[in-house]
C-alpha cells in the first residue's frame, strides 16, 4: 500500500539547534518527494522536492531509498520555521499521498 | 505567479443546509484537487478532476459533491451539511507541464454547527 508516515506530530526545539523532521513512506515504484509548509494563517506551498536537490530556507532533504526515508534537515533552527510541515509522494498519476503533518516549533 | 482563490475564508452553515466552497484559477491548469485538512490527519483528498467536466473520487468522498463545468472554476458541494464536516478546506491545482507542483489556495475554514 503507498502511504507517507511522519511519526511526530509536534516537534519542539530550540532556536540555532538542528532539526529532523522525519518521513517514511511506502511505494512499489520510483517515488517523487516533496516537503511542503504552511505557516500560521498561510496558506500551504511547497518548500522542496527530491529531484530538485535544492536547499530552501536552509532546509534540505535526501532520498534515501534504502531506509525508504525523506527526512527534512536543518542544522540551525531559526524561529521563524516555526510551521507545520507535510511530506507528500506524488504516485505515477500525480496524485499526491500526504502524511499527517508535524507541527515544528522552534523555542526562543 | 499561480493564482488560486478560494470564495471565502471563513464560513458558518447549520447542519442540514447546502454549501458550495468555490475555488477559480487563473492559470490554465488542468487538474483540480479538493482536500480537507484536519489535525493529526493532515490533508486528505475529497476529489480531483483533471479536465472539464471530469470528476474522480478521492479518499473520502462521501457526503460531498463536485462540479467542474469550466476549466477554472471546481465547486465542492455539501449536498447537507453535517457536523463532521467541519474543516479547513483547501483547493489545489496542478499542471503536468513542467513543475509538477501543486499550487494551493488560502483555505476556507468550515464550521457547520
Known amino acids: 500500500a503507498q502511504r507517507v508516515t511522519q511519526p511526530e506530530k509536534l516537534l519542539s526545539v530550540f532556536k540555532g539547534a538542528p532539526v529532523e523532521l522525519k518521513c517514511n513512506y511506502s511505494y512499489s515504484g520510483s517515488p517523487e518527494l516533496f516537503w511542503y509548509v504552511q505557516y500560521s494563517r498561510q496558506r500551504l506551498q511547497l518548500l522542496l522536492r527530491h529531484i530538485s536537490r535544492e536547499s530552501i530556507k536552509g532546509f534540505t532533504a535526501d532520498l534515501n531509498k534504502g531506509e525508504t526515508s525523506f527526512h527534512l534537515k536543518k542544522p540551525f533552527a531559526q524561529e521563524e520555521d516555526s510551521a507545520m510541515y507535510y511530506c507528500?509522494?506524488?504516485?505515477?498519476?500525480?496524485?499526491?499521498?500526504w502524511g499527517a503533518g508535524t507541527k515544528l516549533i522552534i523555542k526562543p | 505567479d499561480v493564482k488560486v482563490t478560494q470564495s471565502s475564508r471563513y464560513l458558518v452553515k447549520r447542519t442540514g443546509e447546502k454549501v458550495f466552497l468555490e475555488c477559480v484559477q487563473d492559470m490554465d491548469h488542468e487538474n483540480m484537487f479538493w482536500y480537507r485538512q484536519d489535525p493529526g490527519l493532515g490533508l486528505r483528498l475529497i476529489y480531483f478532476?483533471?479536465?472539464?467536466?471530469?470528476?474522480e473520487k478521492g479518499d473520502i468522498p462521501e457526503g460531498y459533491s463536485v462540479s467542474r463545468e469550466k476549466k477554472e472554476r471546481f465547486s465542492l458541494i455539501l449536498e447537507s451539511a453535517s457536523t463532521n464536516q467541519t474543516s479547513m478546506y483547501l483547493c489545489a491545482t496542478l499542471t503536468l507541464k513542467g513543475t509538477d507542483t501543486q499550487y494551493f489556495g488560502p483555505g476556507t475554514r468550515l464550521t457547520v454547527l
Open positions: 478532476s483533471y479536465d472539464v467536466k471530469m470528476k
Open positions: 507528500a509522494l506524488a504516485d505515477s498519476n500525480y496524485q499526491l499521498i
